[in-house]
């Protein structure tokens, strides 16, 4: 089984909505984040690639910087979207269907970098995302796969 790996970074802020979180998770706070995707396969292609890293990358990587840096990531519902939007209607806010702890952002953004791959190299049904590890902190990660 072949398998590379991709590293990119973001900076995005969140909160925990859910009422039995500590006050510091619910409290509008942000990280630097670093997320690590794998990729595997058990061919090559002709050119001797499981996939074309610049051609993963540029989909993976424009997905984060335009969809996730510099946003707030918010639960849907949660009243402080409402309330960032009301005194800055353009801030980058992103509403998912999940409180976006870091396990969550981590499953979250293996769906996505599953929906890149497939973008990248759409005649390979053989290439999958092992796993995505997103660290949060120097010393928090999560992974999912």
């Not at 690639?49 to 639960?75: I, N, S």
């Not at 949660?78 to 981590?106: C, H, K, Q, S, W």
């Not at 390979?124 to 995505?132: E, P």
Request: proline share 6%.
């Amino acid at each position: 089984m072949y398998r590379i790996t991709i590293k990119h970074n973001f900076e995005t802020a969140h909160r925990l909505s859910h009422p039995q979180a500590p006050i510091k998770c619910q409290s509008i706070h942000g990280h630097s984040w670093w997320v690590t995707v794998e990729i595997s396969g058990p061919a090559l292609d002709d050119q001797g690639m499981l996939v074309e890293f610049g051609r993963f990358k540029k989909l993976w990587r424009g997905f984060l910087d335009d969809e996730v840096d510099h946003h707030l990531a918010l639960r849907q519902g949660d009243p402080m979207a409402a309330a960032v939007r009301g005194v800055m209607p353009e801030a980058r806010v992103l509403e998912l269907p999940f409180d976006p702890t870091t396990e969550n952002l981590a499953r979250w953004l293996h769906e996505r970098a599953t929906e890149a791959l497939q973008a990248a190299a759409p005649d390979r049904d053989d290439l999958t995302i092992t796993h995505v590890h997103l660290q949060e902190t120097r010393v928090n990660a999560a992974q999912w796969g």
